[in-house]
């Protein structure tokens, strides 16, 4: 494994002065120390049975090289661990909290981070931490437009795609107009997973970026007049299309994998992801026909990176941050890239790996329907927390749709 020592850090989005520093810095020998023996309880979404696969082999990897043991606390809904925090936060419990890392970002980070309840910074002081792209990858130091500042740890990028079956729908639409013609022209044949889910609220920042005269405005806290303006085109868009969605809108699909699974079993024509190497994956494993393809709207789509954090009171700080540090090993990462594992986009610069490092990446096959970076094209950048945390409210007092 390298080690390399870093300096100032562009981070395209703002510059962060760093004192060059030695990566092995002179407490991670005492933090392995500490962390051998321990069991991590890492609360992260386990609606996925592959990200859950991943996530126990590295929890294999911790046990064989750092000796301590990971245990997956499956989530429905990260809010679920940030309330149970928050709890003991009002409780008075400072320490041995029962949350020692989470898989985090957008408006639960922001709300964290607000409310002081994460352990931090430490991202910084990871010995991988200079392995990770601050240049090519602005967003694995800003979270909904909002810096880090060491306080989370990337370890996935996701950009949103949209699947099809090739051999049914030869050429998708490539607009947000598009789309939504499409979608008239074929009632019944798209949904979007309900909201406050994830990707069903990424689905409705795509609809912003692609109705909002200036789209500039979701880069900052939403404001009167300007989100009176939004949220109005947005139900607009939404009140033509829902009568012609799957099941007229009377209900959604819950998540990815269950939308995911309405295309496998082609009850829709169109679905998409934020995992751009899903579908690959998926027909690696033979759930989807090898005729699925992805594609991206005309103008980009919205981009992230995932992060874990550690909360201030956890009990196992020490093997948080081993955890943490491990997701950032290239091995690891090259796993996670791979078709058939997960398809998630490294957050590492690889021209910083060595050449050992760098063949494991190299050798990856992308998959039959998995893009190019370069056909994936611009990323649009995550709105403001603010924007989604008031139209999920918003969706569910209009649509009410029970989950």
């Not at 990566?23 to 005492?30: D, E, R, T």
């Not at 392995?32 to 069991?39: C, P, Y």
């Not at 789209?215 to 009167?224: C, F, W």
């Amino acid at each position: 494994m390298n080690r390399r020592a870093f300096g100032k850090l562009s981070l395209g989005l703002g510059l962060i002065s760093v004192l060059p520093r030695p990566v092995w810095a002179a407490g991670w020998p005492s933090v392995l120390q500490e962390a051998r023996g321990q069991t991590v309880w890492f609360h992260a979404w386990g609606g996925d049975p592959k990200i859950n696969a991943f996530i126990a082999w590295v929890g294999d990897r911790a046990r064989e090289q750092f000796g301590l043991t990971l245990q997956h606390v499956k989530l429905a809904a990260t809010a679920d661990a940030v309330a149970r925090v928050q709890a003991e936060q009002q409780a008075g419990q400072t320490s041995g909290g029962a949350v020692d890392l989470i898989w985090i970002n957008g408006e639960n980070f922001a709300a964290m981070k607000d409310r002081d309840l994460l352990f931090g910074p430490f991202a910084f002081d990871l010995p991988n931490w200079p392995l990770v792209d601050l240049s090519g990858k602005p967003a694995v130091a800003n979270d909904f437009t909002r810096p880090t500042e060491g306080f989370e740890s990337p370890w996935a990028m996701a950009q949103l795609v949209f699947e099809h079956d090739s051999a049914v729908l030869p050429e998708p639409p490539r607009s947000l107009t598009g789309l939504q013609a499409w979608i008239l022209a074929n009632p019944g044949r798209f949904t979007y997973p309900q909201p406050p889910d994830y990707l069903g609220l990424t689905f409705l920042k795509q609809v912003l970026y692609g109705i909002l005269p200036d789209p500039g405005i979701l880069q900052h806290a939403a404001t009167e007049p300007e989100y009176g303006k939004a949220i109005t085109a947005l139900f607009e868009f939404l009140d033509t299309i829902h009568p012609a969605l799957w099941r007229q809108a009377q209900t959604f699909p819950a998540n990815e994998p269950a939308l995911g699974q309405l295309l496998a079993d082609a009850e829709i024509g169109i679905s998409f992801s934020f995992n751009p190497g899903r579908a690959s994956a998926e027909i690696a494993a033979g759930n989807l026909p090898e005729t699925v393809r992805t594609f991206v709207l005309q103008g980009g789509t919205i981009g992230n990176a995932s992060f874990v954090a550690i909360p201030f009171n956890a009990a196992h700080r020490a093997g948080a941050q081993v955890v943490a540090n491990l997701l950032l090993d290239p091995e690891v990462q090259a796993r996670a890239a791979d078709p058939g594992i997960l398809g998630f986009q490294t957050v590492l610069n690889l021209a910083a790996l060595s050449p050992a490092e760098r063949a494991a990446f190299d050798a990856l096959a992308l998959g039959p329907a998995t893009l190019s970076p370069a056909e994936l094209g611009l990323v649009l950048l995550e709105p403001h927390a603010s924007w989604m945390t008031r139209i999920a409210a918003d969706w569910a007092a209009r649509y009410g749709v029970a989950p």
